[in-house]
């Protein structure tokens, strides 16, 4: 992976090689911990971090579910990612924010032990490669919302994610798309799904799903290209008549997606390419109605 100079650890920003965590850090042990992936995008004003209000209202959510007090505010962390970018003279790549119990305590509950978060961020290029995905769909069910709570960003979930691309790896495909316990597509690893039928959008209803702030984005801009977007249960079969699919994720993007399992997409994506191509222009800073998501770092 790239590196960068400095990353921010409870409210210092320290050298990258000296940022370090003792082997008896409690998240380590039990991955009760929470965090984000965030963008930044080089643009004409300078960086500029997308979504970044959401992301971090989305971390202090997913701190909350599992009782995690971050001692910081929302404002104090988000001011720390943007002097994070600057110390680090770095114009575009990848954040992460993770606030996690640490030293000092073991035993499955936390109580006592402390609340350390860091921020560090990278280059990051394409997620998925840029070319359109290999999807196969995974013998592992998308975690349970009864047995955690699905739409918080928990370390802990990642275990099923990573199941998951082992398996499709395994298997010689780019990438694993998560049933739910109803047997309904719920989403990728780290994406979510997206389907396209005569030219309406579908999406997997939330419930069993990371409500991804990049789903958000594209629903938006979807719609206000003239899109039907419609989100409802969506199962295997279903996929066989349709034209198109991709994902969307901090990381992934907008990805195409070539084929699930043995059905291959007719259609070369075209809707797929146009919203992709869309959504790089607002991230970059060149579609001026959407710079409300922007925050630059300059
Ligand atoms: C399981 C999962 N689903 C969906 C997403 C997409 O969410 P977002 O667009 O907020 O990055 C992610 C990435 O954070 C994820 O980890």
């Known amino acids: 992976m790239q590196t960068t100079s400095h990353i921010w650890k409870n409210g210092k920003l320290i050298k990258w090689s000296k940022c370090q965590t003792h082997v008896l850090t409690h998240t380590l042990h039990y991955s009760a911990g929470v965090f984000e992936g965030i963008r930044f995008y080089k643009t004409e004003k300078g960086p500029a971090v997308f979504r970044l209000k959401e992301h971090i209202k989305r971390l202090f959510y997913s701190a909350d579910c599992i ?4 001692p910081y ?11 994070t970018i600057k110390k680090n003279k770095i114009t575009s790549g990848y954040i992460r924010p993770i606030a996690y119990y640490g030293y000092g305590k073991m035993g499955l509950h ?3 032990a402390p609340i350390d978060i860091v921020i560090a961020l990278w280059g990051w290029g394409a997620y998925l490669g840029g070319e359109a995905v290999k999807v ?3 013998p592992y069910m998308r975690i349970h919302p009864k047995s955690t709570v699905a739409d918080a960003k928990i370390c802990g979930h990642y275990t099923n994610s990573i199941l998951a691309s082992i398996d499709a790896h ?13 047997g309904n ?28 702030i990049t789903r958000d984005a594209v629903i938006t801009l979807a719609k206000d290209l003239g899109f039907t977007v419609i989100e409802k249960s969506i199962k295997p079969s279903d996929l066989k008549g349709a034209d198109e699919a991709f994902f969307t994720g901090t990381a992934a ?19 797929s390419k146009l919203l992709k191509e869309e959504f790089i222009k607002i991230v970059t800073g060149k579609n001026k109605k959407y710079t409300k998501w922007l925050t630059l770092a300059s």
Do not use: C, W
């Open 110 to 112: 936390p109580k006592g």
């Open 73 to 83: 505010s929302e404002t104090e962390i988000r001011n720390a990612i943007i002097e």
């Open 136 to 138: 196969k769909i995974s």
């Open 253 to 271: 993007e907008v990805s195409p997606i070539a084929s699930i399992d043995k059905i291959k997409f007719p259609k070369k994506n075209p809707i």
């Open 170 to 182: 395994n298997h010689g495909y780019d990438e694993a798309i998560l049933l739910d316990y109803q």
């Open 67 to 70: 009782g995690m007090r971050i």
């Open 185 to 212: 597509i719920a989403e990728g690893p780290g994406e979510n799904f997206f389907m396209i039928k005569d030219e309406k959008i579908y999406t997997p209803r939330t419930g069993s799903i990371l409500p991804g």
